[in-house]
């Protein structure tokens, strides 16, 4: 039978020079840049502040760096 758990989606995001913060209907999670993945953790603040959260919550997408991140797997990697 299929699991029924419920998708970690984020209702929104914010860009700090130090964290992603990705805000869920739990809480606020800030993740360290080093821990988002290598892309981001040596992109300028510039590039990291142009992130996109897609409308559904699943994912992330920075178009100056072509990065993709979904958050399920990136705030499991956080814990």
């Known amino acids: 039978m299929p699991s029924k758990t419920k998708p970690i989606l984020a ?3 914010e860009i700090t020079p130090e964290a992603l913060v990705v805000i869920t209907d739990t809480g606020r999670i ?3 840049w080093e821990r988002c993945s290598e892309r981001l953790a040596h992109a300028s603040f510039v590039e990291r502040s142009r992130a996109e959260l897609s409308p559904s919550g699943y994912g992330i997408h ?3 760096l072509d990065e993709d ?11």
């Open 11 to 13: 209702e929104s995001i």
């Open 62 to 64: 920075w178009p100056l």
């Open 69 to 79: 991140l979904a958050i399920g797997p990136l705030l499991s990697m956080a814990a």
């Open 30 to 32: 800030s993740i360290r």
